[in-house]
């Protein structure tokens, strides 16, 4: 079992930046795969962006070029730099680990884009 503590999400204007953060209870050197995912009221969850082990990420098309997902093994952390964040940008963000054959989900937070 590995805990996922999310950072708070917040608003920002449309145009601007806002980096998520996603602690990991384990040695994220021993999780496969860390990835951040977003989902709207009444609409199913999607992948934005995942990084593995070793280091290979992969973006949503939506979110390419203008989000960076990153990691830093010594603290733990998986971070989601979102810059020319859009209003379509707007949903409440998960942070998801694939460890022990396992998926692990953190709570959401709310991502507000104004405007």
């Known amino acids: 079992q590995v805990q996922l503590v999310v950072s708070v999400g917040g608003l920002v204007q449309a145009g601007g930046s806002l980096r998520l953060s996603c602690a990991a209870s384990e040695s994220i050197a021993s999780i496969k795969t860390i990835a951040w995912y977003r989902q709207a009221p009444g609409k199913q969850r999607e992948l934005v962006a995942g990084i593995t082990n070793a280091g290979i990420t992969n973006y949503a098309d939506s979110v390419k070029c203008r989000f960076t997902i990153s990691r830093d093994n010594a603290k733990n952390t998986v971070y989601l730099q979102m810059n020319s964040l859009k209003t379509e940008d707007k949903d409440s963000y998960y942070c998801?680990?694939?460890?022990?054959?396992?998926?692990?989900w953190g709570e959401g937070t709310q991502v507000t884009v104004s405007s």
């Open positions: 998801n680990a694939d460890y022990l054959n396992r998926e692990h």
